[in-house]
């Protein structure tokens, strides 16, 4: 599913964010990605979501190799991933069902399914009584879970989050992280990146710990 070999970023300043990183996530797979502010996590997820193209090695992503991808194919790979940032990213002005909605608004789904997809994920994550309101009147968590809906709206192979807990208190925290567990348990493969240490090695997955952008442990132990 997700397959970096010897991948590095190296920016034209000369700054080198990544350095001969190698690993392979498999359809169905949850991994969590850590380490030291600076280490390298965000690059990678640049990477993974064709946002920067890798500076040397190979990364595949369901077969394709991002670093040959051309520009008018991305928005094809991007509708097989769905996408959580920390800061939610959402559209304030609109109300909470239309931002779910947009990215199936985005891939032409005809409204009956839209709504009924869009009601679908808001159940999922404990919001269905919310759709009307606009974000701005929402919880922290609350618009995080709106985040949430939305990347998954689209029944996405892959689920990238980043730091997507990074402002909410622990138990919002470990909502958060079931929800993740529950979409991989029907088959999405979940990619985290987080610094938290403590919630990672309760939860027991595989973690990738990064480390002045080289992958220094892949494990259940995270951190060396």
Do not use: C, W
């Not at 991002?66 to 991933?81: E, N, Q, T, Y």
């Not at 990215?103 to 999922?124: I, Q």
């Not at 009147?137 to 689209?154: C, D, H, K, P, W």
């Amino acid at each position: 599913m997700i397959r970096f070999t010897d991948v590095a970023k190296r920016y034209p300043e000369g700054f080198e964010a990544l350095s001969g990183v190698s690993f392979q996530l498999e359809r169905g797979e949850m991994a969590f990605l850590t380490g030291p502010s600076g280490a390298g996590k965000s690059t990678l997820l640049k990477l993974v979501t064709a946002i920067e193209k890798p500076s040397a090695g190979k990364l595949s992503l369901m077969g394709l190799d991002i670093g040959a991808l051309k520009p008018r194919d991305v928005p094809f790979l991007r509708r097989h991933m769905g996408i959580i940032f920390q800061n939610h990213r959402l559209l304030m002005d609109r109300t909470v069902f239309d931002n779910v909605a947009l990215p199936l608004h985005m891939a032409g789904v005809p409204h009956k399914d839209m709504a009924k997809r869009v009601r679908a994920a808001l159940d999922k994550v404990g919001l269905l009584d919310k759709e009307k309101l606009n974000p701005v009147v929402l919880s922290g968590g609350e618009q995080q879970r709106v985040g949430i809906a939305r990347a998954v709206v689209g029944k996405p192979a892959i689920l990238i989050a980043d730091e997507p807990t990074g402002n909410l208190d622990p138990a919002l925290a470990a909502d958060v992280m079931r929800l993740f567990e529950q979409f991989n348990q029907v088959g999405t493969t979940v990619l985290v990146a987080s610094h938290d240490l403590a919630l990672i090695a309760r939860l027991r997955h595989r973690t990738l710990y990064l480390k002045q952008g080289r992958l220094v442990s892949d494990g259940l132990e995270g951190a060396v």
